[in-house]
C-alpha cells in the first residue's frame, strides 16, 4: 500500500545540489509530505515537511507541485555526510510514519 | 545531551531469553514509539505511547510488550526470544499536535542466536 514512490539511488557531486523526486499521485486533501533520512548505521532524522506550499528550512527545501501529486527535496549544496537513505512520506499526522524502500543518495567528491 | 537514548546499543543473546531495551527522552515530548528495520531495511512502526497510554499496536506478536513508567520512557521488554526478532529497534518521540515529526534514538542491535 504504498503512497509514494521514489527512484532507487542517485548519485550526486559534492557542492552541488541534490534534486529528490518524489511522486505521491494518491495523496489525499489532509495528507502531508514528509522527508526523513537515514544515515548509515543511525537512526532516521526528520529533515521537512510540507502541506501545499514550498518549504525551506537550514536543512533543505521542499518543492510540492500544484496539484500535489509530486514533490522534489533540495539538497542545496550536497556534502559527503549527506550520503544517505531519503525517505518520502506521505501521513495525515496520525502518528504512524510508514517508511517504504526510500533513495540512496550517495554524494562523490 | 543527546535527545533520544536507547540502551544498550548492542544486545546479543539465545533463542528463548527474554530481554528488555530502554529508551528515554529529554525533549519534554508527549508522545513515543518503537520502530523495528529487519535485514532488508524496511522500518516498520510497532507501538507508540501518548502520555503513557497505548496508542497504537501494529500487528506484533505478544511476546512483544511496551512499558512506559512516565511520559520519558519507554521500554521494550521481549519474551522467548527467537531468531527472527533478530533486528535494529528504534525508538522515537514527539511532540502531540506534531505526530509526524519525530525524533529518533540510534537504535539497539539485536542478534538472536
Known amino acids: 500500500d504504498a503512497k509514494t514512490t521514489q527512484p532507487t539511488s542517485m548519485d550526486c557531486a559534492e557542492g552541488r545540489a541534490a534534486n529528490l523526486p518524489c511522486n505521491h499521485s494518491?495523496?489525499?486533501?489532509?495528507?502531508?509530505v514528509y522527508w526523513y533520512r537515514q544515515i548509515h548505521s543511525q537512526g532516521p532524522q526528520y529533515i521537512i515537511h510540507g502541506l501545499k506550499n514550498n518549504e525551506t528550512n537550514e536543512m533543505a527545501s521542499l518543492i510540492i507541485t500544484e496539484d500535489r501529486k509530486s514533490s522534489t527535496l533540495i539538497l542545496p549544496h550536497a556534502t559527503l555526510r549527506d550520503t544517505a537513505v531519503y525517505y518520502c512520506?506521505?501521513?495525515?499526522?496520525?502518528?504512524?510514519?510508514?517508511f517504504g524502500a526510500g533513495t540512496t543518495v550517495t554524494v562523490r567528491a | 545531551d543527546t535527545a533520544v537514548s536507547q540502551t544498550p546499543k548492542y544486545l546479543v543473546t539465545q533463542m528463548g531469553n527474554d530481554k528488555s531495551i530502554k529508551c528515554e527522552q529529554n525533549l519534554g515530548h508527549d508522545t513515543m514509539y518503537w520502530y523495528k528495520q529487519d535485514s532488508k531495511k524496511f522500518l516498520k512502526i510497532m507501538f507508540s505511547?501518548?502520555?503513557?497510554?497505548?496508542?497504537i499496536n501494529e500487528t506484533v506478536p505478544n511476546r512483544f510488550s511496551p512499558k512506559s513508567p512516565d511520559k520519558a520512557h519507554l521500554n521494550l521488554h521481549i519474551n522467548s526470544l527467537e531468531l527472527g526478532d533478530s533486528a535494529v529497534y528504534f525508538c522515537?518521540?514527539?511532540?502531540?499536535?506534531?505526530?509526524?515529526?519525530?525524533?529518533f534514538g540510534p537504535g539497539t542491535r539485536l542478534t538472536v542466536t
Open positions: 505511547y501518548n502520555n503513557k497510554e497505548l496508542i
Open positions: 512520506i506521505v501521513t495525515d499526522n496520525d502518528y504512524k510514519l510508514s
Open positions: 522515537a518521540s514527539s511532540q502531540e499536535d506534531y505526530g509526524d515529526e519525530q525524533y
Open positions: 494518491t495523496i489525499s486533501g489532509n495528507e502531508y
